[in-house]
């Protein structure tokens, strides 16, 4: 069977979601950008007079981060046809809309049993023969798909993006048993082609490859720090500019990524691990603070570096 993506969809219009979207608008592929319906209004849409059923506030965090994609350099198209290449919508309305498109790609919160919850409303809408995948920085693919029809899981595997996903080249595709081998091709092959990625296939493993290392270096890391009493700055020094990674340092990184994206990814390894390595992956305090707070990095304005 001839297999072509035409039209795509991402779910999930965070970090992550909003530049994938963004980089399928570069190579020319439109997609529908999804999120869920926001539960309040904010102090400027109440002053505008909008209410919960407005649709500028229904599709008000996928709008967000089309503005946060117009900061992006080089701009991911002109605003004008920017709108065509990229939707935003949300997963009440438009969940029927999923059965427009070739791929969908799950960009959603890390958590399984929500991942498995959208997995079975998609499945439920999907047109056959149709991709999914998820872009879990860690979580048991087959488990994700447990339940769902044989169809889907035909059609199912992990393509993991690095942030940010338009300009890091590495892309961890994770099939399953059931992964169809002519999809595995497919999205190997499209990956390397069309998205310009270096494609890396991994087992089926808690946080496949690259987090599973980068998780534990980042953490073993953090505890070195506290050990050697060295500051947050300190650390970024020796381990960025001064040993030529002008940006990607450690807790630089972790502003990036998103300190809650991050607490749950060491998680996926530290339930799945045991022995000695299981407490490596448990974090430090100061992290688990740090998140209580709010204190997320870039996406909520106060990290380790970000100061509002
Ligand atoms: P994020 O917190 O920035 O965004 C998540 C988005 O998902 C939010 O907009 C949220 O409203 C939406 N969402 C939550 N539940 C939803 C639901 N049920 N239906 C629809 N939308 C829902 O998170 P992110 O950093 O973009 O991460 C998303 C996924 O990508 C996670 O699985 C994460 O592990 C993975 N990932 C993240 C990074 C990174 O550096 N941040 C890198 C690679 C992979």
């Known amino acids: 069977m001839t297999r072509q993506i035409k039209k ?3 779910i999930g219009s965070g970090v992550m979601g909003s530049g994938i979207a963004a980089h399928l608008a570069n190579i020319g592929i439109p997609s529908l950008l999804l999120d869920i319906v926001p539960k309040e209004l904010t102090p400027a849409e109440e002053a505008k007079g909008l209410t919960l059923e407005s649709k500028a506030v229904r599709n008000r965090i996928s709008t967000d981060s089309i503005k946060r994609l117009a900061k992006q350099k080089p701009a991911p198209l002109a605003a004008k046809s920017k709108a065509t290449y990229i939707e935003p919508g949300n997963l009440e309305d438009d969940l029927e809309r999923l059965g427009e498109v070739d791929w969908i790609i799950e960009v959603i919160v890390e958590n399984l049993d929500i991942k498995r919850q959208l997995f079975e409303k998609i499945d439920a809408v999907r047109k056959p023969g149709t991709i999914i995948s998820s872009n879990t920085s860690g979580i048991s693919i087959e488990a994700m798909a447990k339940g769902r029809s044989e169809d889907f899981q035909a059609h199912f595997l992990g393509t993991h993006f690095f942030n940010p996903p338009r300009y890091l080249k590495l892309l961890e595709v994770i099939p399953t048993e059931k992964t169809d ?19 890396v296939e991994c087992k089926d493993t808690p946080n496949f490859i690259a987090n599973r290392i980068g998780t534990y270096g980042l953490l073993v890391t953090a505890n070195e720090m506290l050990k050697g009493e ?12 001064l040993i030529g990674r002008p940006k990607s340092a450690t807790f630089r990184t ?33 992290m688990k603070e740090m998140a209580e707070k709010g204190w997320l990095g870039s996406k909520t304005g106060k990290g380790f570096f970000v100061k509002q």
């Open 181 to 199: 081998q002519d999809v595995l091709s497919f999205v190997k092959a499209f990956a390397e082609d069309a998205l310009g990625k270096g494609v």
């Open 8 to 10: 795509a969809a991402v």
């Open 254 to 286: 972790l502003d990036v990524v998103g300190l809650d994206t991050f607490l749950h990814v060491a998680k996926n390894v530290y339930d799945e691990v045991e022995g000695a390595e299981k407490d490596v992956f448990d974090p430090p305090s100061f």
């Open 230 to 241: 060295f500051s947050v700055g300190e650390i970024d020094s020796v381990t960025g500019p």
